[in-house]
Nanobody
Framework: QVQLVESGGGLVQPGGSLRLSCVAS????????MGWYRQLPGKQRELVAT???????YYADSVKGRFTISRDNTKNTVYLQMNSLKFEDTAVYYC????????????WGQGTQVSVSS
């Protein structure tokens, strides 16, 4: 099992940017498909973006062209650069480690709040 710790959330105005980071610890972390998911109160957790160990990425349609997922396997860290943020991006963002690009694995971080507000 891999342990995940997110950071980088906060409050930002519409149109602004934030970068989330997730540090993974545990053996084999560079082999996992890493992903970011988000959840609004009362709603199901939804996929935002994933990246394989080789760097192949997948994005939800709602964030394409605005968000960029990347990883640094030397630092066991995955990033989510969020630009042109919208009100509807407000959510708790969770880091995930798994085996598939569109299905989360069992390892989750504690979550970090992203709030977009004027």
């Amino acid at each position: 099992q891999v342990q995940l710790v997110e950071s980088g959330g906060g409050l930002v105005q519409p149109g602004g940017s934030l970068r989330l980071s997730c540090v993974a610890s545990g053996s084999g972390s560079s082999l996992y498909v890493m992903g970011w998911y988000r959840q609004l109160p009362g709603k199901q957790r939804e996929l935002v973006a994933t990246i394989t160990g080789g760097g192949s990425t997948y994005y939800a349609d709602s964030v394409k062209g605005r968000f960029t997922i990347s990883r640094d396997n030397t630092k066991n860290t995955v990033y989510l650069q969020m630009n042109s943020l919208k009100f509807e991006d407000t959510a708790v963002y969770y880091c995930n480690a798994g085996s598939f690009r569109r299905t989360p694995g069992n390892s989750w971080g504690q979550g970090t709040q992203v709030s977009v507000s004027s």
